[in-house]
């Protein structure tokens, strides 16, 4: 049907224009403009801002954050269509990038004809704002991830999502062919949108980044738990493994040494000397590696126990040691803690042993001990006035099978590293120290019985 121009009809409506297609009377009664309740329009509005608040509040990861936002802004006025992306700030580039298609109510080149005066329908996803394209472009989005500030045109609507430093992503918006957020009230509803986007999308990406951290860990973690394992059964094998055919060896040796003639030479006996004291001392670095097998597979059985009475057990069977010698002991102050009795008493004769060892050559020995309970655990410190160990000795005096420092006796027999192993079980830390008037100090800590609750796992 032809109908004629009627000049006296709006210039602006189908008729006035003078179109004749019936297709154009058909989108004029689509999309003309209607009468606004301004009213019902804010409360529509702060509606949506709550709810899109509400959706995004429980989200944790990045794809989750940019659907839901994605899926609010394609419910606005106009029925935009378009893309979320995310961005990578430490490699300047697009990081990822989610889609929504036309919204079903706007017409597209594949429904209909463009008319006259409207523009070609622009693609869904803007050019070059791809996966992995540089964020250093001269393109609108580019322009307002780097300045943070929004472009309300045509056909394009961008909005920063803002972060607490540079913005986390980008939303490019692409509206109806009838509709432009032109007024400010609907610019400013638009910006909120992006901010409450761009809060969520900044906490998921830190959320997504201590996630993939956590993962790291925790693969690291396992891989560390595997190898001690295996270090541990190579440890064992190796001292079983060991230590049979040396106690052998050390037997034979003392037996030739016993059948030696008066007859055979000094370097002979020497030698045979030699050999037997060497056999001993692998016979003693084979019980120190059996005993580090044990220390770290045995479970602990965590009690209350007594400094002063593990100290009176540790002295009485250090006898050895101080027989003939005139050595006083200082206890200040010693009070209860919390740990394996067994392994605490092998570890105390262990750092005992090694400090009579260091006061030999004083014609007065003194050993003290004492203990303090700051901050909810009990420090212990072990010192004497004997020669000390020097610098560069003290962080290897804790290493597995160190000889650093030479020992004189085989009393103790657990080890230094042992020492360190069995007070990191209970949670606590030991180091050696030469104080400037001389001797040295052990210095460690242990839980104290109050903290119970308060332990770690083992």
């Known amino acids: 049907m032809t109908r004629s121009p009627d000049p006296h009809l709006s210039a602006n409506s189908p ?36 709810q899109l608040a509400l959706d995004l509040a429980p989200l944790q990861s990045v794809g989750q954050t940019a659907e839901a936002l994605l899926r609010t ?40 004809a463009p008319l006259p005066s409207e523009p070609p329908s622009p693609e869904v996803q803007p050019l070059a704002l791809v996966s992995g394209a540089s964020l250093d472009t001269e393109t609108p989005w580019g322009q307002a991830a780097w300045s943070g500030v929004a472009s309300f045109g045509t056909p394009e609507t961008v909005l920063p999502l803002p972060g607490r430093q540079q913005a986390p992503g980008v939303a490019v918006l692409v509206f109806g062919p009838f509709h432009t957020p032109g007024d400010e009230d609907e610019q400013a509803f638009l910006l909120s949108v992006a901010g409450l986007g761009g809060q969520a999308l900044d906490r998921a990406v830190i959320l997504d980044a201590q996630q993939a951290a956590q993962a790291v860990l925790a693969k690291r973690t396992q891989q560390l738990e595997e190898r001690n394992l295996e270090l541990h059964g190579f440890t064992r094998a190796l001292a079983e493994n060991l230590g049979d055919p040396l106690e052998r060896i050390h037997g034979f040796l003392k037996l030739a ?43 602990l059985h965590l009690e209350t126990v007594s400094l002063g009475r593990l100290l009176t057990q540790v002295r009485h069977d250090l006898e050895p040691l101080t027989r003939g010698r005139a050595v006083s002991w200082e206890t200040v102050e010693l009070c209860d803690v919390r740990g394996d009795a067994l392994l605490l008493y092998q570890a105390f004769l262990e750092l005992l042993a090694f400090a009579l060892e260091n006061t030999w050559n004083h014609p007065e020995p003194c050993i003290g001990v004492s203990a303090q309970m700051p901050d909810g655990h009990v420090v212990v410190t072990i010192w004497n006035n004997g020669e000390g160990v020097p610098e560069d000795a003290q962080d290897r005096l804790f290493e597995v099978l160190d000889r650093t420092v030479v020992r004189r006796t085989a009393l103790g027999r657990l080890g230094m590293s ?41």
């Open 15 to 50: 008729e006035g224009l003078g179109w004749e297609d019936d297709r154009v009377d058909s989108l004029w009664r689509r999309f003309k403009p209607t009468p606004i309740d301004t009213v019902a329009l804010a409360r529509t509005r702060a509606h949506t801002l709550q």
């Open 73 to 112: 802004l394609t419910t606005l006025d106009g029925r935009p269509h378009g893309v979320i992306a995310t961005l990578n700030w430490k490699d300047r580039v697009v990081d990822q990038v989610w889609s929504s298609a036309p919204a079903d109510s706007a017409p597209t080149p594949a429904q209909a």
């Open 257 to 299: 040494e016993a059948d030696l003639g008066e007859g055979t030479p000094e370097r002979v006996r020497r030698l045979f000397t030699f050999a037997r004291l060497e056999a001993e001392m692998l016979a003693e670095r084979t019980e120190e590696l059996r005993t580090l097998a044990r220390v770290d597979q045995q479970p």
């Open 418 to 458: 042992n020492v360190r192993r069995v007070i990191a079980r209970h949670g606590g830390w030991v180091r050696v120290s030469s104080p400037p008037e001389g001797g040295l100090a052990f210095v460690l800590t242990l839980p104290r019985p109050a903290a119970e609750r308060d332990m770690p796992p083992v």
